[in-house]
C-alpha cells in the first residue's frame, strides 16, 4: 500500500513538471487482471533529480525511460512498496513508458470489477482517489496535473465512458475506444467505466449529457430519467449565472454503479455515483431529495476541486465544503426542494456535530503538519469537512454578504483555472474585494475545534425583558475559542385560538463577536413563549433553550410554522440527551407528541432515525429498550392512521419502516408479508419485503427456507445483500458462525483461521449489519473479545474500505465496560491500519459517551448526580 507524506510530494513538485499521461487500457484478460501500460512525458528541472512513479502492479513487464530499459531488478525493493524509481535524472524532458498487468477490485477501489447476479453481466468503474497507482502508473499527486489521453480494448459489446467523450475506433468487433484528451486534471480524477451500461442521452447548453447504469436496472432508470435531467439542467444553468468561468469539460456524464463506497465522485466529464441513486424500490421525496443534492454537489466540483484543485489534501475541505454549500443552495434556489436546508439541519449537520465532539476532530483546514501523508488525508473525509465545512461557508456568505463572497469565488477561479490552491489563496481571493477581516475569521472558524453552544436566560421587568446570551466556546483546549457568530432569534408566541400553534413575533438578527462571553438584547413587551436561537440555521452552534422556551417547545414544536425553525428545535433537544441534559424518554414523548403532527419527511425520517438508532439501542439501558420501541410503534401507527386518506405517501413509507424495524413480535409483520402490502398501502415491494424478512430473523420467525425463497423471488444484488443480512440475523449459534466465517474466518481465535470468502465491499456491509443485534447480546458475548483481533487482521489484509466498514457496520452492539476496555486495548496496538485506528476509536468515543447518557438516567433514577 503506497502512501505519500506531503514532503516527498513538495520535493517531487518542486524537481518535475508533467505534461502528458497516455493510458492504454485492456480489459479483455478475464476475471482478475488487466493490461495497463503508461506512457508518460514530463521534464525535470535540475540535472540529477531523483524521484519515483507509484504503481502497484500484479506484474512489471517492462518499464523503459527515455529508451532504455529500466533494472526491475535493482528495483525490486522499492516496487514492493508500490514506488518505480527514476534517479539521476537529466535536465529537460523525458518519457516514461510503463507495461503492466493490474488487479480489479472488488472493494470499490482503483479498478472495480462486478458481476450481477441478475443477468450475470461484468461491470468495471475506476475509483482512483489516492488509488490511482492501483490502475496505471502516476506521479500520484493533486499538484501534478496532467492532459490524460486514455485508449480501451473491452469486450465489443461494452459502453466505454471516461472523463473525455469516447469514440469507437477500428471494427466494433475490435472493442477499440479512445477518449478525446482531457485538460489538465489531477490523478485522483481520472475516471472510466466500462461494461455493457444501458444509457439515456441528451443534449444540452451545447453538450452531450448522458446517464448510465447496468442493465438490469435500465427500467428504473427510464423512470426517472426525465427527473435526473431536469435536476441536472437546472443545476448546470444555475451555476452557469453564479459563476463567469464556463463549465470547463467536453461532456457531462453521470454514471450509477455497483458497490459504490461512498454517495459520489466528482470525476470531470463522468460524475460516477453509488447506483442505489437507482430506485427500483418506493422512496420518500426526502430521499430524492437527497440524489438531487448530490447531483448538485457533485457538479459543484467541476469547478471547484476540479478546475481548480488543492495543492494537497490539507485543504480537502475546500472542495468538499464548497460543493455541500453549493448543492443545498442552488437546489433551493432552483427545484422544488425549497426546504432542503431543513433536511441538512436535522440528517446532514449532525454528521459534523457528532464528528466536532470526539477526540479524533480537527479543524476544517488543519495545518498542513496534520496532514502529513495520504493515508491522514483519507481519515479527513469526514463530517468536519462536509457538514461543519458547509455550515462554517453558509456562516461566512451570511457574515461577509453574498455578493462579496460570489465575486471572491469567481476572482478565485480566473486566478487559479487549471491549477491548484491553497487556503491562503482562497481567503486572499476572498478579502481582496471586503472591508470585513476574512483572515481573521479564518483563523477562528477553520482553523479551531469544537462546537460553540449558545444558551439564553430570560429576566421580565414589567413591560420590559431581556435575553443574556451565554457564548461558550468549543474544543478542549484550556482556553476554549469562541467563534463570532451572526445569528438571527425567532421570537414565537402561542396562537390564541389554536393552542399548539406559535406565531412568529420577529426575527432579531444579533451579532456575537465572540470577544465577550455574554450578550444582552433588551426589549419592550412580554416575553416570548418560546425565543430561539440561530432562528434559520445560518450558524454552526449547539443552541440550547430557557426553561420557559423549552416548555413551550414540548408542547407546540410541531406548531413551529418553519421547517427550518422545527429542525434547528430538534437538534437541541438531540444535544441535550446526547449530553446528559435531556433524558432519552423525555425526548420520546416529544417524539409521541409532535411527529405525528410533522409534515416536513426530512424531519420525520431524521427523528425516527435517531430515535430508533442511538436513542433506542445505545442511550436507553436495555430494561427500557422494549418500552421505546412501542412507543416507536405508536407513533409509526398515529402517522399512518394520519395518512390513510393516501395524503402524504412519503410519511407513510417512513412510518411502515419505522413500524417494521421497531416490531417486538412477529405477528403483524407475517401478515403483512403474507398479503404483499400494508393495509392502506404501501405495496411490499423488494426493499420493504428484506426490511420485513430482516426484522422477522432477528426476532426468530423465520429460517434459512425462506431466506431462499425470497432470494429465489428477488436474485438482485440487492436481494444478495438482503440475504446476507438476513442469514446473519438468525438468533443461531450455526448461523452466527457461518457470518462470523464469512467476514473473518476464523480470525480471533486462537486456532488457525480458517480461509474466508473474499466477499465484497457491499457484502461485508451486509453481513456485519446482521449479525450484531442488541436482542442477541447473550449469543453474541463470545464473540466480543474476538471481533477487535479479527478487524485487525481482516483490515490488514484486504485494505481500507473493509476496514472501514468492519469498524462501521461491525462494531458490537454491546453498550458496556467491557467491550470499551476491549476496544481500548486494541487501540493501543502499533500495527493497526490507519483507517482502522480512526473508526474504532470514533466508536469507542460513541460508546463512552452512551454509557454516560446511561449512568446520568442510573442516576436521576436514584436521585443522585456526578460529582
Keep these: 500500500m503506497s502512501v505519500l507524506t506531503r514532503e516527498e510530494a513538495q520535493i517531487r513538485a518542486r524537481l518535475i513538471e508533467v505534461h502528458r499521461y497516455t493510458v492504454e487500457l485492456d480489459l479483455t484478460r478475464g476475471d482478475e487482471l488487466f493490461g495497463s501500460t503508461t506512457t508518460i512525458r ?102 501534478l496535473k496532467a492532459v490524460f489521453d486514455v485508449r480501451v480494448t473491452a469486450p465489443p459489446e461494452w459502453t466505454v465512458l471516461g472523463n473525455g467523450i469516447a469514440t469507437r475506433v477500428g471494427a466494433p468487433a475490435e472493442g477499440r475506444w479512445e477518449l478525446a484528451s482531457t485538460p489538465p ?54 451555476y452557469h449565472e453564479i459563476f463567469e468561468e464556463p463549465y470547463p469539460f467536453d461532456s457531462y456524464d453521470q454514471a450509477f454503479v455497483p458497490e459504490f463506497n461512498y454517495g459520489a465522485m466528482e470525476n470531470p466529464g463522468l460524475v460516477t455515483f453509488r447506483d442505489e441513486f437507482i430506485y427500483r424500490s418506493a422512496v420518500t421525496d426526502a430521499e430524492r431529495q437527497t440524489r438531487a443534492m448530490v447531483i448538485a454537489h457533485e457538479m459543484a466540483h467541476m469547478w471547484f476541486g476540479d478546475l481548480v484543485t488543492m495543492t494537497w489534501w490539507d485543504d480537502i475541505w475546500l472542495n468538499e465544503s464548497f460543493a455541500e454549500y453549493m448543492g443545498y443552495q442552488v ?8 426546504d432542503i436546508w431543513a433536511d441538512f439541519g436535522v440528517r446532514r ?24 501523508d495520504t493515508a491522514a488525508a483519507r481519515l479527513n473525509f469526514d463530517g468536519i469537512s462536509y457538514a461543519k465545512g458547509a455550515s462554517a461557508l453558509r456562516q461566512l456568505v451570511t457574515w461577509l454578504g453574498e455578493k462579496d463572497f460570489f465575486d471572491g469565488i469567481n476572482r478565485h477561479f480566473a486566478r487559479h483555472r487549471f491549477g491548484n490552491a491553497t487556503l491562503a489563496d482562497f481567503i486572499d481571493s476572498l478579502a481582496h474585494g471586503s472591508d470585513r477581516d476574512v483572515h481573521a475569521w479564518a483563523d477562528r472558524w477553520l482553523r479551531t475545534t469544537g462546537v460553540d453552544t449558545l444558551t439564553p436566560a430570560i429576566t421580565a421587568h414589567g413591560d420590559r425583558w431581556s435575553a443574556e446570551i451565554r457564548h461558550d466556546g468549543g474544543g478542549d483546549g484550556a482556553t476554549p475559542v469562541r467563534r463570532p457568530h451572526r445569528i438571527s432569534i425567532g421570537l414565537y408566541d402561542h396562537e390564541p385560538a389554536a393552542a399548539h400553534q406559535l406565531l412568529l413575533r420577529k426575527r432579531v438578527e444579533a451579532e456575537l463577536s465572540g470577544a465577550e462571553p455574554t450578550l444582552t438584547l433588551s426589549f419592550t413587551g412580554p ?53 446528559g441534559e435531556l433524558s432519552p424518554t423525555d425526548y420520546l414523548d416529544a417524539v409521541r407528541a409532535h411527529l405525528p403532527r410533522e409534515t416536513d419527511i426530512a424531519i420525520v425520517q431524521g427523528v425516527l432515525a435517531f430515535a430508533r438508532g442511538q436513542l433506542t439501542d445505545r442511550y436507553l439501558p436495555g430494561d427500557r429498550r422494549s418500552a421505546a420501541l412501542a412507543t416507536l410503534s405508536a407513533t409509526c401507527r398515529d402517522l399512518l392512521r394520519r395518512t390513510e386518506d393516501g395524503s402524504g405517501p412519503g410519511l407513510r413509507l417512513a412510518a411502515v419502516r419505522t413500524f417494521i424495524d421497531s416490531a417486538t413480535a412477529p405477528a403483524g409483520l407475517s401478515d403483512w408479508l403474507d398479503g404483499d402490502t400494508v393495509p392502506g398501502g404501501p405495496f411490499l415491494d423488494p426493499e420493504l419485503r428484506w426490511r420485513i424478512l430482516g426484522r422477522l430473523a432477528v426476532l426468530g420467525a423465520i429460517g434459512p427456507a425462506e431466506i431462499d425463497a425470497e432470494l429465489a423471488r428477488d436474485s438482485s444484488a440487492t436481494g444478495q445483500e438482503g440475504a446476507a443480512r438476513c442469514r446473519a440475523a438468525l438468533p443461531d449459534p450455526d448461523a452466527k458462525r457461518a ?44 464473540y466480543v473479545p474476538r471481533y477487535f483481533p479479527a478487524a485487525a487482521e481482516v483490515a490488514a489484509r484486504r485494505g481500507r474500505a473493509i476496514a472501514d466498514v468492519v469498524a462501521r457496520s461491525g462494531f ?13 486495548e486494541c487501540l493501543r496496538r502499533d500495527d493497526l491500519l490507519p483507517t482502522l485506528h480512526r473508526s474504532l476509536a470514533d466508536q469507542l468515543d460513541d460508546l463512552r459517551r452512551a454509557l454516560r447518557v446511561q449512568r446520568r438516567q442510573e442516576q436521576r433514577g436514584s436521585g443522585t448526580q456526578d460529582a
Design 331 to 338: 437546489l433551493t434556489e432552483t427545484t422544488r426542494y425549497t
Design 739 to 782: 457470518a462470523w466465517d464469512a467476514l473473518f474466518g476464523g480470525a480471533g481465535e486462537p486456532a488457525e483461521p480458517a480461509e474466508p470468502a473474499e466477499l465484497s465491499n457491499y457484502l461485508v456491509s451486509a453481513t456485519a449489519t446482521g449479525f450484531w443485534q442488541p436482542e442477541h447480546h447473550e449469543l453474541l458475548t463470545d
Design 185 to 238: 486534471i489531477s490523478t485522483y480524477l481520472v475516471a472510466l467505466a466500462a461494461g455493457p451500461y444501458h444509457s439515456v442521452r441528451t443534449e444540452h447548453a451545447g453538450l452531450p449529457f448522458g446517464l448510465h447504469v447496468r442493465r438490469s436496472l435500465a427500467p428504473h432508470l427510464e423512470d426517472d430519467a426525465e427527473e435526473l435531467f431536469d435536476i441536472t439542467r437546472r443545476c448546470f444553468d444555475r
Design 42 to 143: 514530463f521534464s525535470a528541472r535540475e540535472a540529477g533529480a531523483d524521484t519515483f512513479v507509484e504503481l502497484s502492479p500484479a506484474a512489471l513487464h517492462r518499464a523503459v525511460l527515455d529508451g532504455h530499459e529500466l533494472d526491475l531488478g535493482a528495483a525490486a525493493a522499492s516496487l514492493a512498496d508500490g514506488r518505480l524509481p527514476l534517479t539521476a535524472l537529466a535536465e529537460g524532458e523525458h518519457e516514461l513508458r510503463v507495461e503492466t498487468d493490474m488487479r480489479y477490485s472488488r472493494t470499490g477501489e482503483g479498478m472495480h470489477r462486478f458481476t450481477d447476479p441478475a443477468d450475470g453481466e461484468t461491470y468495471l468503474y475506476t475509483m482512483c482517489g489516492d488509488d490511482a497507482h492501483d490502475v496505471f502508473a502516476v506521479f500520484d499527486q493533486p499538484d
Design 527 to 579: 416575553r416570548p413563549d418560546l425565543l430561539l436561537l440561530n432562528d434559520g440555521d445560518l450558524s454552526y452552534a449547539k443552541v440550547r433553550l430557557d426553561p420557559g422556551s423549552w416548555k413551550a417547545a414540548v408542547r407546540s414544536l410541531s406548531g413551529l410554522p418553519d421547517a427550518v425553525s422545527r429542525a434547528v428545535v430538534w437538534n437541541a433537544a438531540r444535544d441535550m440527551v446526547r449530553d
Design 349 to 372: 449537520k449532525n454528521w459534523g456535530y457528532d464528528a466536532d465532539q470526539r477526540p479524533s476532530t480537527h479543524p476544517v483546514a488543519p495545518a498542513p503538519e496534520q496532514v502529513p
Design 812 to 824: 458490537p452492539s454491546t453498550v458496556d465496560t467491557r467491550t470499551l476496555e476491549l476496544g481500548e
